[in-house]
């Protein structure tokens, strides 16, 4: 508890009054704390794996809290989060996942230099192996803009 010392006629046997003001620099002290651990944390739960994604105007739509991402490097080579698979396995590997479901979404994300056949070949795979629900990942664009052409580089995707 807090002390005051000021002069009050509360009670005339003590010096010191009790002051009912809650201190916050503890409060304060936990929420950087969290700030700091929710910064370093944040970058890490993302996908590191570089794709040139194209850029769309569509409406954003709200992601799960734990999506399965199946990238397509420009090599063609599969990858489910970071681990590369081979196609064949594709769906033994998505089926081995725990938190996996074949009602769950899979978000497929293809390089720019990805031919649209080789795209293709990967959602028939998905789609022959249960996984019918699988939503396209692209950059943000902005609505109006004219996407950059074929040999152009990407703008980064936003934070």
Known sequence: MGASLAD?????????????????????????VLLIIFMVAAPLSTVDLPVDLPTSTAT???????PT???IKPDLS?????TFVKRVDLVRALDALPDMARDKYVFLRADRAVPYGELM????????????????????????AVPPPQGAPAAPPKP
């Open 8 to 32: 009050t006629d509360v009670d005339d046997d003590s010096d010191f009054a009790e002051s009912h003001e809650i201190n916050v620099t503890p409060f304060i002290d936990v929420i950087l």
């Open 69 to 71: 991402y199946v990238s």
């Open 121 to 144: 070949d990967v959602l028939e795979f998905l789609n022959k192996g249960g996984y019918s629900k699988v939503k396209l990942v692209t950059l943000e664009g902005a609505p109006g």
């Open 60 to 66: 954003p739509q709200k992601k799960p809290d734990k």
């Open 78 to 82: 599969v990858a489910i989060g970071e």
